[in-house]
Every structure is written in C-alpha cells, then in structure tokens.
C-alpha cells in the first residue's frame, strides 16, 4: 500500500484545510487530495434579508481578506437593481481594494510563506557583519547596519534560550530542504519582524475611507466618505497627507525590502520549479477606471488561459453564462434535489449540507466517494487556477506594458526561463510582481481623488436606487473582484425586496476544490502531483507548494438562528 501522509490544518492564520498525499516509492507525491473540514453556511443566512445590508454579512467571511466580499456585494446588488456610483465612490474602492492587495501580498510573503524557505534557527550562527554587506548589496533599506544585525541576533538568542520561539514555534527547522545560508535566513526574519509592524500602517488606508478594518464601510450606491478639506470632522486635508505618506512609504518598502528578499531567497531555490499544476488559469479582472460594466477599462484583465498557452487568452469570460461558470458536489458533502452529477450556474445554486463522509474522528478521507466541504467551481467544464499567477499570465499573455517589464526584470535577475513562472516558484514571484503594481495602483488613485477634490467634487453616493420601490420586483444581479487569492463571485436573486438565494464561489473553492464527477483534480491537488520528498515524515514541500496559493478557508461557518443559537456543528478534525 503507498504510503498516505496527511497535513492538517494546513494555513497559517486560518485553518479548516485538509492535505492528504500518497506517495510513491521514490517519495514522490503520486496523487493528493485537498478538503475543506468546515461547512461555511453565509449564503442561508442572506436569505431573506434586506439586500443592502448583504456586504456587512458577506464581509465576516473572512478577517484576512477583510474588505473584498464587501466590494463583491455591493458591486453585485448595484447589479441587480440598476445602481451606478459617483466617480470618487468608484475611485475609493479602487484605492481601497489597491491597498487590500497591498497588504495582503506583503503579509503573506513573509508571515505566511516566508518560513517555508527561511531557516528561523539556522540564523542564528549567523555573522551580523556579514549579513550587512549581504544586505547593503542588494537595497538602499536603511535598517541595515552591522549593529541592527546584532541587535536582532540577541533578541533571537533570546527567544531560543527561554525555550519559547513564540512566532516562530512551529515549523521543521533544520529540514535538508532549507538551503539559505545563516546570514540570508537572519535578514530574512529582521524583516519578517519589520513586515509584522509595516503592514499595520498601510492598513490606516481603510480606516480613513471606511471608519475601521478590518471590515470597513462599504454603502450600496457608492461610499461612506464624507469628503470635506476644511473639516475635521469628515475626510479632511490632514488625513488625505497621511493617506499619501502611507502610499510612499509602502512602496518605498516594496522596492527596498520586498522585491530584493523576493529576488534573493528565490535564487537559492531555482530548483523549484515544479508545483505548476493545471496549467489552466482564469481572472475576471478588476480595477474599473470607469463604469463597471466597462471590461475594457479594468486595468487587471478578464480572461482566461488553458493549457498553458500564453499564445491564446479567451477573452470572452462571462459569469452570468451558464454554460461558463458552474459548481458540482460530486465529491462534495452537499447534495442537489436534481442529482449531484450536474454542475449549477450560481443563479440557480443550492446549499444543502448532507455529510456522508467517514465517522468523526477519521484516519483519512473516502476520496473514492465525498470528502469536502466546498464544491467544485468549474469554467466551461476546466479546473483552473484563479490568483496572483493567473493574473499575472494573462496580462502578460495580453502584452500588458507594466506587467510585462516586471515579469521580463525578474525572471532576467533569476536567470530563469519563461516556463519558470508554470511553478510554485514563479506561484511565489507573481505575488510580488503584482504587488509592486498595485502599490503603484494606489498612487494612482490616489491622484485622480485629489484632482476631483481640487476641481470641486466631493460626491461619494448616489441615491438614484437605494429606495427598494424603486427596483423592479424581480431580479438578479452579479458582482465580483479579484481578491488577493483570486477570482471572488457573488451572486444575488432579489425577490419583493429581500434576498430569495445567494451564492459565493470564492478564490479558495476554485483552487482547494475537491475532484469533479469526470476525477480530475481542483489547483492544489494537482500542483502537488509529482513533488519530491525530502523527508516525508516533516512534509515541508506540501507547505511550499500549498502556501504559494496562500490557502485561506474562513468561508467556513456555524449555522445559528436569530437568537444565537446554534443549529449546526461541524467538528475539525
């Protein structure tokens, strides 16, 4: 019998993901199997509420990705009863979601993917000195000084000899598959540490145009921004400063910081450039310069690529299609009045939770039968991947001047081919290829805000819809954005004024997914098809490749009725 590991929970921040790996006899991953353990239950909880009020539900998904199932509701309720947003609405929310990719790439390159190829332990016999040259070699970043160096390698001795690594407890330091020398591993973790402080400021950007985060406001028909120079009591003179010193400073931290750690780490592991998986890739775009309905201004474009084939973007991706996006429970623990062969289109989704899985505890799945909690989201009947890398691929497929010259400056410091990006590597570089670009985003619109705000607009809303008498009796709507792990859908039916169905297929469900009913394999499972192992019993390359995804499976949800009580429970194992 071939060998069977399991890694679970798999995420670093927010769990619910199931790794099950069976192995070869040269220790290779043979086939593998991704389940999601916990029910997320948000769309029976819309039902028959107000629809405005749908992005304050919808955002409780997740406090990772925070803002971006808001600006997939509102996008989708304005859908649906014909609302259109002011300008400087659509502006925020571009700056907004610019800041959310932002923070989030720079988050998960080094809290939740960096200690997959950074030796935490291994800094410790580093030479400070030699850490400074290394790092005055390749950035200006001004925090890097022999004496910063040996500051940091005290507190680190620190942690260790106390015998508690606290951030850093939980890994498999000292793996034969860490190839970084102690000096790179030490500047690594200072600026882990300087990452960990950083990220918090950027943040403010939400605060100032939302009121908080996580979870900013968000306001059907526009924003809640309340925009007035002179007052203090709205957003003001003062506070649009300190937006822009945000916006320097981030992608002042970017350039001296992220991408030279990004360029550095990745030439010590060139080896890995496998991970690729489907070759399958799909984006609906985002980042409208004007009406949202116009495609044709997202500066990320919509479309899709198959096979790997960069000579061929399918342009005419459309969700509303039935015939394009669908999800199947055939290895799913849901089930259709219909059947569970067919795939629906969102619009007429169901959520019917049936678990037929093995008696909790279990050893390991039933991957012949059910064995997850998210379906199976299909386009036009292809697996694909949906992220950083699928974005990426087909602006550059598209000859996207900006994408393009970042795409061709990496892989020329890498000394890579182009078949590098088809990898967990080229997975890991895309992040930050995209993350320079959105931070440039948000200068930019930060921009086009203050030229309106000079010209003497201040509007951020428009009623032209919010009355529910105005909106037609029946009706359904689509929204939508590329959130920072991938294509993210909602999809509304308005009935009498309340929500008579909702469906979220969100990025992790396109990529965790478990097999169709024809078995073929969702992105995770088919980007660990073939990866060799070091030591199977510290499967730390299941972590590398299943990390670069930047795995997040906080759609899960209890089901509670109006008095809090709890209905359903589904238990982790």
Same mark, same amino acid.
């Given at each position: ?28 991953? *043979?086939? *593998? ?11 029976? $909880? ?33 859908? *649906? ?15 907004? @979601? ?152 981030? @992608? ?144 550059? *497929?598209?000859? @996207? ?157 209890? $089901? ?14």
């Amino acid at each position: 019998m071939a060998k069977r590991i399991v890694v679970d929970p798999i995420p670093r921040i927010e769990g619910h993901l199931r790794i099950e790996a069976k192995l070869n006899g040269n220790n290779e991953i *043979a086939d *593998a199997y991704s389940s999601g353990t916990m029910w997320r239950g948000l769309e029976i $909880i819309l039902q028959g509420r107000d629809p405005r009020d749908a992005w304050a539900y919808t955002q409780r998904i997740c406090g990772v990705c925070t803002t971006v199932h808001a600006l997939a509701s509102v996008r989708c309720v304005e859908d *649906a009863i014909g609302a259109h947003i002011p300008p400087n609405a659509n502006i925020i929310r571009n700056l907004m @979601n610019a800041t959310q990719q932002t923070q989030d790439h720079l988050i998960h390159f080094y809290h939740l993917h960096a200690l997959d190829w950074v030796d935490v332990v291994s800094a410790l016999s580093a030479d400070p000195n030699e850490a400074s040259r290394i790092a005055q070699s390749i950035s200006s970043y001004p925090k890097s000084s022999p004496g910063y160096f040996k500051d940091l390698l005290k507190t680190l001795k620190t942690f260790v000899e106390s015998g508690q690594l606290g951030i850093f407890s939980n890994a498999y330091w000292g793996h034969k598959g860490y190839l970084l020398p102690p000096e790179v591993n030490l500047i690594a973790v200072a600026h882990y540490l300087e990452a960990l402080d950083f990220q918090k400021e950027i943040i403010k950007i939400h605060a100032v145009f939302g009121g908080k985060n996580p979870h900013p406001n968000y306001l059907v028909g526009g924003m809640a921004s309340a925009i007035n120079p002179e007052s203090d009591r709205a957003i003001s003179i003062e506070r649009l400063a300190m937006v822009k010193k945000i916006i320097d400073d981030t @992608n002042d931290f970017i350039d001296q910081v992220y991408i030279p750690d990004l360029i550095a780490i990745a030439g010590f592991y060139k080896g890995w450039l496998h991970g690729g998986g489907l070759g399958n890739y799909l984006s609906y775009g985002d980042f409208p310069e004007t009406d949202i309905n116009d495609v044709d201004s997202y500066l990320w474009s919509r479309g899709a690529i198959l096979n790997k084939d960069l000579g061929t973007v399918y342009d005419d991706v459309d969700p509303r299609d039935p015939a394009q996006i669908t999800e199947e429970v055939s290895h799913s623990w849901y089930t259709y009045k219909d059947g569970d062969e067919k795939g629906l289109h969102p619009w007429d989704g169901e959520t019917n939770p049936k678990y037929v899985g093995p008696e909790l505890p279990y050893k390991h799945l039933d991957t012949d039968h059910k064995y997850s909690w998210l379906k199976t989201p299909r386009w036009r009947d292809n697996p694909v991947e949906v992220g950083p890398l699928a974005r990426v691929l087909i602006a550059y *497929a598209k000859g @996207n001047d900006d994408i393009v010259g970042l795409v061709d400056t990496v892989l020329g410091k890498l000394k890579a081919p182009k078949a590098a990006l088809f990898s967990t590597l080229g997975r890991t570089a895309a992040r930050g290829i995209e993350c320079k670009q959105t931070a440039g985003f948000m200068r930019r619109y930060y921009d086009q805000l203050i030229a309106n705000i000079k010209a003497g607009d201040y509007d951020t809303f428009s009623k032209n819809r919010w009355e529910p008498k105005r909106w037609p009796k029946d009706c359904r709507g689509f929204g939508f954005t590329e959130a920072p792990r991938g294509a993210l859908g909602h999809w509304i039916h308005i009935k009498d004024e309340k929500i008579a169905d909702y469906q979220i297929v969100v990025p992790s469900t396109w990529n965790a997914s478990p097999r169709d009913g024809k078995g073929r394999s969702g992105a995770y499972e088919a980007a660990l098809k073939g990866t060799p192992m070091v030591d199977p019993e510290q499967p730390l390359e299941v972590l590398r490749t299943i990390h670069s995804f930047d795995p997040c499976l906080a759609c899960a949800s209890h $089901i509670v009725d109006m008095e809090g009580n709890e209905i359903t429970q589904v238990k982790v194992v």
